[in-house]
T-cell receptor
């Protein structure tokens, strides 16, 4: 079945720096890749998603890239702020609509 | 717009008791998902419904777990009897449809079985 690997598990950056989180997936049929941000005591919140017919998508300080050949996708956060500190999850959607989640990255942005 | 609403937010009960978790999906969403989150196993999909019909329950850990969706605006996840290893945060999510659609999560139920 589909497997999603996410790296790194923890990431610490200085405010204003960029942060990059990478994920790989195993099922070449996966066609939808959302990213979620989870704050303490809250459910995961969708921050950006990308579909398999697109290579890159940007929304203000957040961008996601997808390399279907290599089966990996990445989240880029520029000009990080302390409020970006949270756990970030990547996911891949397989046939039937199931989402398989990565293990999560705990991002810490130090002021 | 109201998001996915889960209740209760916290539940503490003794092992052997029946536990019922409740979820109200976003109005108009046709798909509903139940997840469990633990430190050891991360986010696991337990079961999901489309148009109130269970599609895949292969993630349900044991027969002690059951889920129902009697109508488009309500779903329950029941554990009977509960065990300490069921302690986790349980999330409900909904989406417009299955496939390339974002899932919107509730804030979860933190379940502790003593």
């Amino acid at each position: 079945g589909e497997n999603v690997e996410q790296h790194p598990s923890t990431l610490s950056v200085q405010e204003g720096d960029s942060a990059v989180i990478k994920c790989t997936y195993s099922d070449s049929a996966s066609n939808y890749f959302p990213w979620y941000k989870q704050e303490l005591g809250k459910g995961p919140q969708l921050i950006i998603d990308i579909r398999s017919n697109v290579g890159e998508k940007k929304d203000q300080r957040i961008a996601v890239t997808l390399n279907k050949t290599a089966k990996h996708f990445s989240l880029h956060i520029t000009e990080t702020q302390p409020e970006d500190s949270a756990v970030y999850f990547c996911a891949a959607s397989i046939q039937g609509g199931k989402l398989i989640f990565g293990q999560g990255t705990e991002l810490s942005v130090k002021p | 717009d109201a998001g996915v609403i889960q209740s209760p937010r916290h539940e503490v009960t003794e092992m052997g008791q029946e536990v019922t978790l409740r979820c109200k999906p976003i109005s108009g969403h046709n798909s509903l998902f139940w997840y469990r989150q633990t430190m050891m196993r991360g986010l696991e999909l337990l079961i999901y419904f489309n148009n109130n019909v269970p599609i895949d329950d292969s993630g349900m850990p044991e027969d002690r777990f059951s889920a129902k969706m009697p109508n488009a605006s309500f779903s329950t996840l029941k554990i009977q009897p509960s065990e300490p290893r069921d302690s986790a945060v349980y999330f409900c999510a909904s989406s417009l449809a299955l496939g390339k659609q974002p899932q919107h999560f509730g804030d979860g139920t933190r379940l502790s079985i003593l």
